[in-house]
């Protein structure tokens, strides 16, 4: 049996007023492909910062967004490959 493993890189900032946190996910498979997404999470002005909670936030919604991206290349290669593309 063969294992491949693919590494996911999240790279986290904050805007200066802790409103806007982003999450930059960037996944690098074992044959040099490269897929990123980026996505942010945003504060309400009434809620007190709470840095962790904006992290967790944009963090999955980046994973998610490259989970997305990744069945969408898995499906074009399927349909490219069947010649329905």
């Known amino acids: ?4 493993q693919w590494n996911i890189q ?3 900032s904050e805007d200066d007023e802790d409103a806007v946190t982003t999450a930059t996910a960037v996944l ?3 044959d040099g492909k490269r897929h990123e997404s980026v996505a942010h999470a945003r504060r309400n002005p009434t809620d007190r ?7 967790e936030l944009a963090a999955g919604r980046a994973l998610s967004n490259l989970a997305s991206k990744l069945i969408e290349d898995g499906a074009d290669d399927v349909a490219q490959l069947a010649g329905t593309a």
């Open 49 to 55: 910062p709470v840095p962790g909670i904006g992290d």
């Open 28 to 30: 690098f498979t074992a």
């Open 10 to 12: 999240i790279w986290i």
């Open 1 to 4: 049996m063969e294992y491949k």
